[in-house]
């Protein structure tokens, strides 16, 4: 492994493990703020990476960040939605906190990467340097904090979009809804993983998220 890419995966490191637990450490802060007690009782409103990793999660970031980007996911977050003041959109912002987060920590890294260039710290053909721990900082911040508030996004159990779906559905669907994703949406979840590590050309998730990674570059960076 050559220098470039060793310093690529230091850099990348602290990028993911932020971007983790703060993504989680919402999940459980959101909860926690709406009177639900399960997030504390289980450790879990903490700003602590190691208590927000999941094993699988962090292995497919690292994966998928070698290829330049990083989806993947997070322990989740044990809440109690019966517990909260308003058990119905409390839990809603509570789900709806980890992506938002991400979009927040990307947001951060594009504006000090904007304004570095802004101020001729930093020159637009250095963004792309590898050899440069900043711009693999900055880039990746980015890359890695969107994918995770995208890939999350996808309605399937456990992810944080089937829980977003089920919110706007009728009471009776909501409860079909939920009780089909734990029976069958995370092993549909899984074999789409699988299947498109094995077979590329079935790679839905990539089919889906790669287009859309030269337009998110372009919003937050500006070109």
């Not at 290829?67 to 959109?89: A, D, E, H, Q, T």
């Not at 911040?141 to 706007?168: E, Q, S």
Request: aromatic share 12%; with cysteine; charged share 10%.
């Amino acid at each position: 492994m050559g220098d470039v890419s060793m310093l690529f995966i230091v850099c990348v490191i602290p990028v993911i493990l932020i971007s983790v637990a703060l993504h989680e450490f919402a999940h459980a802060k959101m909860a926690d703020l709406a009177g639900d007690p399960t997030p504390r009782f289980y450790g879990r409103v903490t700003l602590n990476p190691l208590a927000h990793l999941d094993p699988l999660g962090t292995v497919m970031i690292v994966i998928t960040v070698l290829s330049g980007f990083g989806i993947g996911w997070g322990k989740p977050v044990p809440v109690n939605p019966s517990r909260m003041k308003n058990p119905r959109w409390d839990h809603f912002a509570s789900v709806a906190a980890g992506p938002l987060s991400n979009v927040l920590q990307a947001t951060v890294y594009a504006v000090i990467a904007r304004l570095m260039m802004a101020t001729g710290v930093l020159a637009p053909q250095q963004l792309f340097d590898l050899s440069n721990p900043l711009s693999i900082i900055l880039v990746m911040g980015v890359m890695i904090n969107i994918g995770l508030a995208l890939f999350n996004m996808i309605p399937l159990g456990p992810l944080d979009g089937h829980w977003i779906v089920g919110a706007f559905l009728p009471e009776r669907q909501r409860i079909q809804w939920y009780a089909w994703n734990r029976n069958y949406g995370g092993i549909l979840f899984l074999s789409l993983i699988i299947l498109g590590q094995i077979f590329p050309n079935f790679d839905v998730i990539g089919m889906v998220f790669t287009p859309l990674y030269p337009r998110i570059f372009q919003f937050f960076f500006g070109f």
